[in-house]
């Protein structure tokens, strides 16, 4: 694991743009494609405009396949959606192929969604191994990453696959993969940054393990790299730096 702290959200946003791009640049160079699972929420959304603005000509976005780490059960026009975000964002700036965008289809139940989600996973990548050669993560400030929220059954699949996600404290599911699936990447990014997340910090990389309390620490990949890009306020808990 890789810890990269910055002075400032700008600094963190530029040099998480950068390692975007360098991962998918040697992707690209060796395979022809780049595969990327994105993250929700408003820290990936400044990440994604950063990337169609300042790194439009530094990668062959032809050659980029998205998927989602996770999305809310609501439709993919609602202001809440993960993917309309990316659409805004990135997809639209850079005239994305429609094909090489994987959209969670949240006109299906919440059940029915994530099952459908695996197969679309296992379908591209087929007899390939099934490995991300990116997966973005963000951390909420209950320590969860994707959907894997504290508490929910999510927490202890031991199969990497997709899984629907009910939150009882606020009445909706959420449609995640999985962390055996994620852990299956080549490389896994954290992007966080604010002093609201130094608590949530803290107990991910420095409290004794207690996935149910605090599930980003699932997050171990196999035999890939991990790295975390924040900046000195939510690393300001941290001793061991």
Do not use: C
């Not at 087929?126 to 929910?152: I, K, R």
């Not at 080549?186 to 130094?198: R, T, W």
């Amino acid at each position: 694991m890789e810890l990269n702290i910055f002075n400032n959200e700008n600094e963190v946003l530029a040099a998480l743009a950068a390692h975007f791009v360098k991962v998918a640049n040697e992707a690209i160079a060796a395979k022809g494609k780049f595969t990327v699972a994105l993250s929700g929420g408003n820290s990936p959304k400044k990440l994604y405009e950063l990337l169609a603005s300042a790194y439009e000509d530094k990668l062959e976005w032809d050659k980029v396949y998205f998927f989602f780490g996770d999305e809310r059960n609501v439709p993919q026009t609602d202001k809440d959606s993960n993917y309309l975000m990316s659409k805004n964002a990135l997809f639209a700036t850079l005239l994305i192929d429609p094909d090489h965008i994987f959209p969670v289809d949240t006109s299906l139940g919440p059940k029915e969604a994530a099952a459908k989600y695996q197969e679309v996973i296992e379908d591209f990548f087929d007899e390939d191994e099934l490995s991300f050669d990116l997966v973005l993560l963000g951390l909420g400030d209950n320590s969860h990453t994707a959907s894997l929220f504290p508490f929910t059954p999510v927490l202890h699949d031991r199969l990497p696959g997709v899984s629907e996600v009910f939150l009882p404290d606020q009445n909706v599911y959420r449609i995640t993969m999985n962390a055996p699936l994620i852990n299956e990447a080549k490389h896994i990014a954290f992007l966080v940054y604010g002093e609201g997340k130094a608590v949530a910090v803290h107990h991910v990389l420095e409290d004794d393990e207690d996935i149910e309390e605090y599930p980003a620490q699932l997050i171990e990949p196999i035999v890939g790299e991990i790295e975390w890009f924040m900046d000195i306020a939510a690393a300001a808990l941290l001793e061991n730096i």
